[in-house]
């Protein structure tokens, strides 16, 4: 289960106004809104950590953005790391995968944050940074030069950074017992003496500290009106005959019955129509295009190794599902009792939260091939989510 804290509990005293700065307008939506919505559609739950005296206008402003689904909050602390513990004892006990973002950095990007849970499934961690450009000095106390490092080994490092929530609490616990303070929860990790992996940030992914940085920000979002996100929407459809001597495999899910679906692969004729409908959305053709059913390679295959092949094509192309509608058509078996477990291989596969992938089983009441048991039909939608290639 992925879940992420979003930190705003800090003040407006560096940018010069009174109020906590994360509720600050930055074109028309503040930077708390802004950095909720970048990371709900991605994750199961997000947990907000906000200054008491800044919890109403807060969940005033995600509601009035249609963005309190899922959200729940903590207290802010005296400092940064604080703030963090108390958003880890807020999650959700099945949380086991947790992303860490500044609500400042505001403009933070789908494909930077989707970079940082892939390394975190691969290596367990996954922290967003980008090349040092500019020539760093170390210095003594009298600001006379020591050291000049080599800044093709410097990074630059920003948020999100995700974390095996087990090890995060872990780095915590040892950094409270300790009395040690860090500057992120990545050089708290990095104590335990466990590498941490970095990942590629993006250059648009400012913290909002200063006026100058509020401005900054203003003028990126003005001018990437070329670089705004392109919905897709994508629909599938596919039939396959019931026979006898084959197993019945419903999006990803073996389903017990006397009859299985014929087909070159598996035949997992849902998987099949939400492929079609993945690759219609981004004008990429078929599955029979991609998977000829004249090719050895994918005789018997598993769907939904296919299905990863189709996801990896979108991320390819900059391109994710945010969300998916499966129907399956069949007088027979009674699918209700597996409708969850499929729920859950599909979101799996396509690296959703569950609650953006819905399946659906109908009969047609004795009527045409489906309703005689000659074979089940799958019908699917999804919306698609195109971003530009980020820059460096």
Request: proline share 4%.
């Amino acid at each position: 289960m992925w879940c992420a804290i979003i930190l705003g509990g800090g003040s407006g005293s560096r940018m010069g106004c009174e109020k906590n700065k994360v509720l600050l307008d930055v074109c028309g939506r503040s930077m708390l809104c802004r950095s909720v919505a970048a990371f709900r559609p991605m994750t199961d739950e997000v947990v907000v950590v906000i200054r008491e005296e800044d919890l109403a206008e807060a969940r005033a402003q995600l509601a009035g953005a249609g963005l309190l689904d899922g959200v729940r909050f903590a207290p802010g602390g005296s400092t940064r790391q604080e703030s963090v513990w108390h958003g880890l004892c807020a999650l959700p006990g099945e949380c086991d995968r947790v992303m860490v973002h500044d609500a400042a950095r505001c403009l933070v990007d789908a494909d930077t944050i989707r970079r940082v849970m892939d390394s975190v499934e691969q290596s367990g961690s996954g922290v967003a940074a980008v090349p040092c450009v500019d020539t760093i000095k170390q210095v003594d106390a009298q600001e006379r030069v020591a050291a000049t490092p080599d800044r093709l080994m410097l990074r630059s490092v920003q948020t999100p950074q995700g974390f095996e929530t087990a090890l995060l609490r872990r780095a915590h616990l040892s950094a409270q017992a300790s009395g040690y303070l860090g500057t992120d929860d990545a050089s708290l990790v990095e104590r335990l003496g466990v590498q941490v992996q970095l990942t590629m940030g993006s250059r648009r992914n400012i913290k909002l500290t200063t006026p100058e940085d509020r401005l900054m920000a203003e003028a990126l979002l003005k001018n990437q009106a070329t670089d705004l996100p392109t919905l897709r929407v994508g629909q599938g459809y596919d039939v396959h005959r019931l026979v006898e001597g084959r197993k019945l495999i419903l999006c990803g899910v073996e389903v017990p019955h006397t009859l299985g679906l014929l087909g070159h692969s598996d035949a997992d004729v849902a998987l099949h129509a939400l492929m079609d409908a993945m690759l219609g959305a981004m004008a990429l053709g078929d599955i029979g295009k991609h998977f000829p059913d004249t090719d050895e390679r994918y005789r018997g295959i598993s769907s939904i190794l296919l299905l990863e092949k189709v996801v990896q094509l979108l991320r390819e192309r900059h391109a994710r599902v945010t969300s998916a509608d499966v129907t399956i058509v069949a007088q027979k078996p009674k699918l209700l009792p597996y409708i969850p477990q499929m729920r859950q291989r599909v979101a799996e596969a396509l690296a959703l939260p569950v609650n953006r992938v819905n399946v659906k089983a109908t009969t047609t009441e004795r009527l045409g091939f489906e309703g005689e048991e000659q074979g089940i039909s799958a019908q699917a939608v999804v919306m698609v989510q195109e971003t530009a290639q980020p820059g460096a």
